[in-house]
């Protein structure tokens, strides 16, 4: 009997490089899975339907650490390459939001600053093993949070386990 591990019975490898798509590689594919899905809605709050009390800005402090931490341009990437540019971000006076899905599987990342900490809303209540776990939240106080790789594996994390909107029904 002949060998199957021959490497003349294998399937030959793929070749090419993997690549990021351009921003209107993206836009058409956001625009084709929109069309596909005959959503008409809205990925930013209308100006009209806000209350005057409404907050959509985020404080000047709190949007420092936001920008310094590069948590907004790493969600956009997550938002542009893994959900097609249908996240929705919002902007509150203490942080930001991006959500995502409709109906039951709406998905959310929450992101707060308390003072210098920056903080993500996380999916368990309970401490978990990591030192900056306060339950239901990891802390990053400014030492951490100015490293980008620690931020970029914190919301790789989050992206993968996000906070499911609960139903009020």
Known sequence: ??????????????????????????QDITDMIREAQGSHRQLTIPQEDLDEQATTHMAPHVE???DA?????ILNKFNRDYLYGLGRFDEY???????WGDGYSRKHIWITVEGDNLVFATNHERPCSQSYCRGGHHV??????RNVGVINHELAEQFKRPIHERSDD
């Open 64 to 66: 420092q650490i936001v």
């Open 1 to 26: 009997m002949g060998n199957r591990d021959d490497a003349s019975m294998r399937k030959p490898n793929i070749l090419g490089q993997p690549r990021s798509l351009s921003n209107d590689e993206a």
């Open 140 to 145: 990053y106080p400014p030492e951490l949070w």
């Open 93 to 99: 006076n203490d942080g930001m939001l991006l959500k």
């Open 69 to 73: 931490s590069h948590v907004r341009d």
